[in-house]
């Protein structure tokens, strides 16, 4: 049976009618799903005890499963989730105050290559569909809850595991799912998108109106751009800027730029002036982030008087910058880093045991 929160809002409704009810009973039946987070159809206790059945005999109703569970000092929880393939995907909770911003993944792996990301390293298996993206925030806003952390979740970030772009059929029905006013009910300037940039689909933030980018440039050249992306770096810098420069974006909003400064690579004050000339003509804010090392990777976090100084040059120029405080470094939460921790002691694991029923 198909799972039913694979259903966007009208899609639903279509399947509520095709089942032989009216339209209303998909708008309750949608709140269940997505605003009450029930789990089970028999819970909803609004619809008619014949139409639950018949839910149950026509349509699954399943959440990704938690399989492991980190939790930083600082407050940070990175959830491992098996999906119904058995497939493992990171999703990340970062708290501000009371309230928490969500990292969703995208895609199983990541076709995009970047050198010093773990996710990259591990290769592309396949794209997530749009009801599983979603359902990261069904399974976040339960924990919370069940911990006694409350259950708001205040902002999303695409920030996960995959690049948005290259699956964005389901990316955009994670973002009507998510977005719906009768569930979730998250705006455009709560949910933002992170992406390499991929040449030709850079005008889904103007047509779509979904979601604000940001976009992870990293490098204030092309050279530096070919070392740490190589799949990104196909498209040449000079023309991802000139492109950004044409985006139709929504009155006092602004391209953010993603820079994760890496020791020896891309953190000098000789790297800052190259990116301020690079930016200089883009209406942009500048998110600068320490490199969160993760294992086998031979890149390095960067000194902290060198974070700093490159921060006050950027400044000094004019530039809006915020330096994010890496968070959840005592629990891999960087990209990637959980799932391939598991992934080798689930090998180590195996390989421990040595054959099976006597055979090599």
């Given at each position: 049976m198909r799972n039913i929160l694979e259903l966007t809002c009208p899609e639903l409704e279509e399947a509520v009618k095709a089942m032989g009810?009216?339209?209303f009973r998909a708008r309750q039946l949608w709140q269940w799903l997505w605003r009450k987070g029930v789990r089970e159809f028999s819970a909803m206790t609004n619809l008619a005890r014949d139409f639950r059945e018949q839910l149950v005999r026509e349509w699954a109703l399943v959440w990704p499963e938690v399989h492991e569970v980190q939790t930083s000092s600082d407050g940070t929880v990175k959830?491992?989730?098996r999906l119904a393939d058995?497939?493992?995907?990171?999703?990340?909770l970062i708290p501000d105050k009371e309230r928490y911003t969500q990292c969703l993944s995208c895609q199983i792996g990541c076709p995009m290559g970047c050198t010093f990301c773990s996710t990259g390293l591990m290769g592309f298996s396949r794209n997530m569909t749009g009801g599983e993206i979603a359902a990261q925030v069904l399974v976040a806003r339960d924990y919370l809850r069940t911990h006694g952390l409350g259950d708001e979740v205040?902002?999303?970030?695409?920030m996960g595991m995959g690049e948005p772009l290259t699956n964005w059929d389901e990316v955009r029905r994670s973002l009507e799912i998510l977005s719906n006013a009768e569930g979730l009910e998250f705006s455009r300037r709560r949910i933002t998108l992170s992406t390499c940039a991929i040449k030709g689909?850079?005008?889904v933030f103007g047509i779509e109106g979904l979601a604000l980018p940001a976009i992870s440039l990293h490098a204030p050249t092309q050279e530096i751009r070919e070392r740490l992306m190589p799949g990104a770096a196909r498209w040449s810098i000079e023309?991802?800027?000139?492109?950004l420069q044409g985006l139709e974006l929504k009155a006092r909003e602004?391209?953010?730029?993603?820079?994760?400064l890496i020791k020896g690579v891309n953190d000098s004050l000789q790297h800052a002036r190259q990116l301020v000339r690079l930016l200089s003509h883009l209406k942009c804010k500048i998110n600068l982030i320490a490199y969160n090392p993760g294992p086998g990777i031979e890149y390095a976090a960067p000194e902290p008087e060198d974070v700093l100084a490159f921060e006050g040059l950027l400044r000094k120029k004019g530039?809006?910058?915020?330096?994010?405080?890496?968070?959840?470094?005592d629990i891999a939460a960087a990209c990637g880093q959980l799932k391939t921790e598991v992934q080798d002691r689930m090998n180590s694991t195996t390989s421990n045991e040595g054959p099976k029923n006597g055979t090599a």
């Open positions: 009810h009216q339209g959830l491992l989730l058995g497939a493992l995907v990171e999703t990340v205040k902002n999303l970030v695409y689909r850079m005008d023309e991802l800027i000139e492109t602004r391209v953010t730029i993603e820079y994760i530039f809006t910058v915020t330096l994010r405080k890496s968070k959840g470094q």
